[in-house]
């Protein structure tokens, strides 16, 4: 009898430790989702920017806004930044898409181990009540 | 029998609680509420962009505006614009361009254009949202009135015989599993008694029958399928009815033949004609189950095929349960299920052809190039 319900401690202890696990693996997937979206965001301007620039003259006047001042800059040079920029956030999003996949993967995992768990404690908890 | 065979009623309160739906249709309107509100802020961006495009448009009419200019939060001091058709356009990212007035206004359009397009989407997403939202209503006012939902497959054993297989179809796929042997034995048994009680019908009939078909050779083959069209869905209902006319048909069968003999003078000329007619008909009426009156001779090959049908049935009985699943799914228009039929009426028919004529066509044909005809 003692040893029954120590076991259900035991388990219980378990899966409490495993529901926090899962609320972790959750902020994280949410906060990977916040990043994305920054990303995108970016993306979408910085293709925007990219357009605007290949419109322009050869001779026209670029600044970049660094801190307080406006640093004229060279068109081409520019240009080249903004792909570059455009590259970079291209591919940190294809390695945000794995990671989420990642953690969605192991989020059901875990959330079947706790479903198990869950099972088990109830069995005995049952299986107590009888003896 | 025939109480298993119509489906099952399920109130649609138990499908979907109201609370649930309720709560569905919470979480839509909230969706709903929130694309609202981005798309008033894009209403604003576009207002924003418009009153920019006039005024960047007017600026360089002038060469010089006198203005007053902010300083600080609270203060502000005399000033005059110059350089009224030069303008540093923010491009994105910290990147800024020095554009003349005109094109200035061109980016500013493309952003217009692009701000427009984001203002589609949005609307089409709130459609969307509002068509689901609709629907949810609506589930909660039927559960609410304690709608039922009934489900009743739709079996087209009709076509296939009206022998063996409509009664046997008929009953739920659960109890023929159960017990297939015996509802094939009672099935047997019913369509003995039947045959005898139609013989006796029939013989009174069957004189007056020939005349009408001969003469309405072309009508009938056109028109049976049409008459018989409402009838399916009755005889789905019944069960029954389909081996009546099974039986039905090959009592005809035999009268015709004897008819033939007496009416000789009236008929032989139609003869051929009939036989075809019966024909046609035999296949109509075996695809669709179509039990027109009974006393139609006309079925004659039918009735052939039928009885042979049923001593084939077993094996058809076996693969039966799996049909009824599969129907469910299919639309509940009548008739236009073919394959499974075709590869039965194409046994029936085989069978019948040989017995009957060797005019009929042996092969089966579409039902609807026959109902044409």
Do not use: W
Request: charged share 30%; glycine share 4%.
């Amino acid at each position: 009898m003692s040893s029954l319900s120590s076991a259900v401690r035991d388990l219980q202890r378990e899966l409490e430790n495993k529901t926090n696990d899962l609320s972790k693996l959750q902020k994280d997937i949410a906060k990977n989702h916040q990043v994305r979206k920054k990303y995108t965001v970016q993306l979408g301007e910085n293709e925007l920017v990219l357009k605007e620039l290949d419109l322009l003259n050869e001779d026209a006047n670029v600044y970049k806004l660094i801190g307080p001042v406006l640093v004229k800059q060279d068109l081409a040079e520019a240009n080249s930044n903004v792909r570059k920029r455009i590259e970079y956030i291209t591919a940190e999003l294809k390695r945000l898409d794995a990671t989420v996949q990642d953690l969605e993967e192991k989020q059901n995992s875990k959330k079947d181990a706790i479903l198990k768990l869950q099972q088990r404690i109830q069995s005995l908890q049952t299986s107590k009540a009888k003896a | 029998m025939e109480e298993t065979r119509r489906g099952t009623v399920t109130s649609l309160a138990s499908l979907f609680p109201v609370g649930e739906a309720q709560k569905a249709a919470n979480r839509v309107q909230y969706a709903i509420a929130e694309k609202r509100a981005e798309l008033d802020r894009l209403l604003g961006f576009i207002d924003d962009n418009n009153n920019l495009i006039n005024l960047v448009h007017k600026l360089p009419e002038e060469l010089s505006h006198d203005i007053m200019v902010p300083f600080g939060k609270a203060a502000f001091f005399p000033g005059r614009l110059i350089h009224t058709n030069e303008f540093l356009v923010l491009l994105g990212e910290g990147y800024y361009a020095e554009r003349t007035s005109k094109q200035t206004t061109e980016i500013l359009k493309r952003r217009g254009k692009g701000l427009d397009s984001q203002l589609d989407s949005l609307e089409a997403m709130i459609k969307d949202l509002q068509a689901e939202a609709m629907f949810f209503g609506q589930t909660i006012a039927e559960a609410a009135e304690g709608l039922v939902e009934i489900r009743e497959d739709y079996i087209e054993d009709s076509h296939k015989g009206e022998t063996k297989s409509g009664p046997l179809k008929q009953d739920a796929p659960d109890l023929e599993k159960a017990k297939p042997d015996d509802e094939y034995a009672r099935m047997l048994s019913r369509m003995d008694e039947l045959e005898k009680e139609e013989l006796a019908a029939e013989s009174g009939g069957d004189n007056g029958k020939n005349e009408q078909t001969t003469e309405d050779v072309d009508d009938i083959s056109y028109q049976r399928p049409v008459d018989n069209e409402p009838r399916n869905s009755e005889d789905f209902h019944k069960g029954a009815p389909p081996v009546d006319q099974a039986n039905n048909k090959s009592m005809a069968t035999k009268s015709v033949e004897k008819h033939c003999h007496p009416d000789v003078a009236d008929q032989l000329n139609f003869a051929s004609l009939d036989l075809q007619s019966n024909v046609r008909e035999g296949k109509n009426a075996a695809k669709k189950v179509k039990f027109v009156d009974h006393i139609e001779k006309p079925l004659v090959h039918h009735e052939e095929k039928q009885v042979k049908a049923a001593t084939a049935s077993k094996s058809e009985v076996q693969h039966q349960p799996s049909q009824p699943s599969f129907d469910s799914h299919k639309a509940f228009t009548g008739s236009i299920v073919e394959h499974t039929e075709n590869i039965k009426t194409s046994n029936g028919q085989s069978s019948t052809s040989s017995q009957v004529s060797g005019s009929q066509p042996s092969k089966p044909v579409s039902r609807f190039k026959m109902q044409r005809r």
